[in-house]
């Protein structure tokens, strides 16, 4: 067996999947950030045709695309 001072094996099995575990949890923090439009969508069924549509403005009501009828938001 190879002997390993104590500041190496830290750094092999402490240091290397902490700094792994980091930069993933960076990377996938800023993937997020890029698409902020996603989360501000309001989503609309029609009542009146049953189109489905979605809007980044955060509305309670919005009207329809096809038929301008006036809709609640099923998810905000
Ligand atoms: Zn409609």
Do not use: Q, W
Not at 9 to 33: D, E, H, S
Not at 45 to 67: I, K, L, S, T
């Amino acid at each position: 067996m190879i002997p390993l001072p104590l500041g190496a094996i830290l750094t092999l099995f402490v240091g290397i999947p902490l700094l792994t575990t980091a930069l993933l949890a960076l990377f996938y923090n800023f993937r997020t950030l890029h698409r902020p439009g996603r989360e501000k969508e309001s989503i609309y069924e029609c009542a009146e045709c049953g189109h489905v549509y979605a809007f980044a403005r955060n509305r309670p009501m919005d009207r329809c695309p096809r038929c301008s009828h006036l809709n609640d938001a099923v998810r905000t």
